[in-house]
Every structure is written in structure tokens, then in C-alpha cells.
């Protein structure tokens, strides 16, 4: 009896450890949120709300990574004439000047046709985990759902245009 309770006890206390010790994802996501920190991203959860896509009878709410780049290259005056968009990847019916898979939740036809081409330019470098990429006076910001590794050196490559535009 003596044994049992003893066998118990540091069963408890092996499953205690375990559950406090964090899962292989954890630690590629705290390792790759560390990476993004030099990158210059700032990282938050926030709630993306998508629209109503194709065939669906409303749109969908979910929480995913944010990666937000700050603009430093803009003056008080571009700041306050800026041109908030936002994209996602969701079929929809509000897509005019955008890559097949892509459309807009907010800005559309605001952009200039040059601005429009650089934009496009970036979403097709894009890895596929990227849910939306939004832009305002503060941020870009890349909704991004942190699958593979490499992806993040991938998505700074393919933002870094858009911001050196101001776009």
C-alpha cells in the first residue's frame, strides 16, 4: 500500500511537469516571435473578421497572429491624408484589381493603378498561411496564421515594397 501511494505521488508530480512544460508548436511559435522582433514586427492575437465569401451566407470571425511592421517613413501630413485598405484571402465579390483568391474589405478603388501594382506584386509573394494584409497610417499589418518557418523572412521580403512606396 505504502508503494502505491508513493508511485501516486510522483505520478502527480511527473504529470504536473508535463503539463506546465510548453508543446513543440509553443516553442516554434515563442522562437519565430522572437526571430520577428528583429525584424521589426510587433505581434499580437486579434480577431479577424472576413467577409462574407462565395456561396456562404455570412462571413466568419476568427483570432489569428498579427504581424505589425511600424511605418517610421511618413511625415504628420502623409499620415493624415492616408488611404486605410484592407485585403484578405477570401473569394468575394469585391475583388476589382486584385490576384484570383483575394479581395477587399475595406478601400476598395482607392488605390492609385501604380500603388495597385505593387500591391498585387506583394500578394502573389505571399505564402499561402497569409489570411489578410491590411495598411494604415501606423502599421502594415500581415495576418498570418505562423505555419511553416521560413515564411517570415519570405513575408518581410515581400511587404518591404509597400512600405518603401508608403503605399
Known sequence: ????????VVMSLIGSVMWVMPTPRQKF????RLRSRKLGFQVQLAQLELPRARGETEG??????????????L????????????VCRVETLANA????????IKGEAMLSEPALQVLNSTLEQLPADVLALESTPIHLNV???????????????AIEPLVEAKI
Open 1 to 8: 500500500m505504502k508503494w502505491l501511494i508513493i508511485s501516486l
Open 75 to 86: 511625415s504628420r501630413q502623409e499620415r493624415d491624408h492616408w488611404t486605410e485598405w484592407k
Open 29 to 32: 511559435q515563442a522562437q519565430l
Open 97 to 104: 484589381g486584385l490576384p484570383h483568391g483575394w479581395s477587399w
Open 143 to 157: 495576418f498570418w496564421q505562423e505555419a511553416e518557418d521560413q515564411g517570415l523572412e519570405q513575408i518581410h521580403a
Open 60 to 73: 466568419e470571425t476568427i483570432g489569428v497572429p498579427v504581424y505589425r511592421l511600424v511605418r517610421q517613413n
